[in-house]
């Protein structure tokens, strides 16, 4: 199992978690982070407008008329691709299911209790 549906699946199939950790199929990572930060959010639509932006200069040296419509669905569209990419981290289905657990709290405490003595100067938060 090396993927989140499967680990998924097999929890449904009532596989116990104590034995999917011990096989661990995520490599002992349980939460894969979000894919990008916000500044590079921030650059990828920049990108886009400036894009957009030569696309409507070079329709106007064309004689083109643009009303605006094309330059204002390609960002929405581009937002709409990126929107959320800095929040979303995947966790792991085994972790989800005993953070929902009866026991979840301590999981919870847990994991607060080890962000509150992280040494913040060892790990770049960018």
Do not use: H
């Not at 299911?97 to 960018?126: F, I, T």
């Amino acid at each position: 199992m090396a993927n989140y549906a499967q680990v998924q699946e097999a929890l449904q199939q009532g596989m116990s978690p104590a034995l999917l950790c011990s096989t661990c199929p995520w490599d002992r990572f349980c939460i894969t982070p979000p894919e990008m930060t916000k500044a590079e959010i921030d650059a990828k639509q920049a990108e886009a407008a400036r894009t957009q932006e030569e696309q409507a200069a070079a329709a106007k040296a064309r004689g083109e008329e643009s009303n605006g419509m094309g330059m204002i669905l390609g960002t929405l569209m581009t937002s709409m691709l990126y929107v959320g990419k800095d929040l979303q981290a995947t966790v792991c289905p085994v972790l989800t299911a005993r953070m929902r657990s009866s026991e979840g709290r301590a999981v919870v405490d847990g994991v607060r209790a080890m962000m509150k003595s992280w040494d913040d100067s060892a790990v770049s938060l960018a």
